[in-house]
């Protein structure tokens, strides 16, 4: 089984709605990240968390809410989905004791706002 | 702020050569760690290698390595014997090495789409 998972993998939705996008991980870990991919662009930080408690806007929050549920679930959400936030989000996970804090992404979802 | 560039938007091999994939990075940090990161048609987001500023040995992992040339802040990626299931985004990532293990933030360059031909 994944060790980070993402649901739902694919989504089409309509301009003003809200969306919930759902992460989990069974590696444990800490941190957890969400991610945005646009065509031709490498991935963007939307949020990040370290802990429970902790929850930092990264390059690109505006649009976009997080709720840390749990160590192992990080939610992200769309109140008023727009056009362009059509995008390949990707949650991330990493290890508080890991010096290096590689970060382990699970398989994506793909998100159109029509 | 740091940024990552790749340059070639596109590449492709034959199948059993050698290819390299370049990247270049800017900062005025002197700790920091270098990624590359592999992404098939599958979209999964794949650790390929990483290296650490601090060691002047480049990394290896099998038929990857890179060449890393912190002076000129270049961090190429080079791929042998290429193989078709090789075939993806590349993506080159930078991350400041922080104290106190607060080092988080992946910069990423726009990628390089590798096609290995048969």
């Known amino acids: 089984d994944a060790d980070v998972t993402q649901t739902p993998r694919n989504r089409i939705t309509k301009t003003g709605k809200r969306i919930m996008l759902e992460c989990s991980q069974t590696?444990?870990?800490?941190?957890m990240y969400w991610y945005r991919q646009d065509p031709g662009l490498g991935l963007q930080l939307i949020y990040y968390?370290?802990?429970?408690?902790?929850?930092n806007k990264g390059e690109i929050s505006d649009g976009y809410s997080v709720s840390r549920q749990a160590q192992a679930k990080f939610s992200l959400s769309l109140e008023s989905a727009i056009p362009n936030q059509t995008a390949l989000y990707f949650c991330?996970?990493?290890?508080?004791?890991?010096?290096?804090?590689?970060?382990?992404f699970g398989p994506g979802t793909r998100l159109t706002v029509l | 702020a740091q940024t990552v560039t790749q340059s070639q938007p596109e590449m492709s091999v034959q199948e059993a050569e050698t290819v390299t994939l370049s990247c270049t990075y800017d900062?005025?940090?002197?700790?920091?760690?270098l990624f590359w990161y592999k992404q098939p048609p599958s979209r999964q987001m794949i650790l390929v290698i990483r290296?650490?500023?601090?060691?002047?040995q480049n990394a290896t992992e099998n038929r990857f390595s890179v060449n890393f040339q912190k002076a000129a802040k270049s961090f190429s990626l080079k791929i042998s014997d290429s193989q078709l299931g090789d075939t993806a985004m590349y993506f080159c990532?930078?991350?400041?090495?922080?104290?106190?293990?607060?080092?988080?933030?992946?910069?990423f360059g726009k990628g390089t789409l590798l096609t290995v031909n048969p």
């Open positions: 991330a996970t990493s290890d508080l004791q890991d010096s290096l804090n590689e970060q382990f």
């Open positions: 590696k444990g870990h800490d941190r």
């Open positions: 990532a930078f991350m400041k090495g922080l104290s106190g293990g607060s080092n988080y933030k992946l910069t």
């Open positions: 968390s370290f802990d429970v408690k902790d929850i």
């Open positions: 290296q650490e500023a601090y060691k002047q």
């Open positions: 900062t005025s940090e002197n700790n920091y760690y």
